[in-house]
Each structure stands twice: as C-alpha cells, then as structure tokens.
C-alpha cells in the first residue's frame, strides 16, 4: 500500500490550502481513509476522514466547518480542502487508510489506520 501526500505549504491565517494524497496498491473493496496530523510536541490526531462505501464523513470538531474532504474513488485519490486556516492547524499531516474486514469510520478516524504515508508540512503563520 502506498500513499502519497502533497500540498502542504506556508500559508497565512485565514488562507486555504489543498492537499490530496494518492492511494495505490491495494485492493480492499471498502476501507476508510482519510488526514490525521500532528502538531509539534502533540500526539497524532484524526482531522477528517471518508468512507468509501458510502461516503460518510468525519471531521475533528476543531475543523467542522472549515475543513472538506472528498474523494475520487475511481482515481484513488482523497483530499483536503482546508479553509480558513488557524495557526493551530500547523502540524505534519498524514494520509492513512483502513481496509479491515471491521472497520468502522469513527473508530478509524479517531484510533489510528492500518497503512501511512509519509507526511506533508502544513504551516499556518499568524
């Protein structure tokens, strides 16, 4: 399984960034995916994440409403449109799926994933 990160970047409070990861190698019919991150001196925490069976979504309530992710799955590929940036939002971000016969979004979202890719810096000055 491989996963590919990019977009991250410098931008200004209150600015946007996109970022997109590409998924290949594998073969799970339904899986979860999605963003965590991890801010200097923090534990990693799920930012957002999308069911590919049906679409369903989570989102870390310190990005509802600011935050969007969708997927193509066709292209095996997810992104993050971020929006309205914080300086809390820095951190190393990192795209992860879960394609474990059990899986649950939720439970993925907040506990962790199966496979990681390495990750992409986003930084937010205030």
């Known amino acids: 399984v491989q996963l590919q990160a990019s977009g991250g970047g410098l931008v200004q409070a209150g600015g946007s960034l996109r970022l997109s990861c590409a998924a290949s190698?594998?073969?799970?019919?339904?899986?979860?995916i999605g963003w965590f991150r991890q801010a200097p001196g923090k534990e990693r925490e799920g930012v957002s994440c999308?069911?590919?069976?049906?679409?369903?979504?989570y989102y870390a309530d310190s990005v509802k409403g600011r935050f969007t992710i969708s997927n193509d799955n066709a292209k095996n590929m997810v992104y993050l449109q971020m929006n309205s940036l914080k300086a809390e939002d820095t951190g190393v971000y990192y795209c992860?799926?879960?394609?474990?016969?059990?899986?649950?979004?939720?439970?993925?979202?907040?506990?962790?994933?199966?496979?990681w890719g390495k990750g992409t810096l986003v930084t937010v000055s205030s």
């Open positions: 999308i069911d590919s069976s049906d679409g369903s979504t």
């Open positions: 190698g594998f073969t799970f019919e339904d899986y979860a």
């Open positions: 992860a799926v879960d394609g474990s016969y059990y899986y649950t979004l939720f439970w993925s979202c907040t506990h962790g994933m199966d496979y």
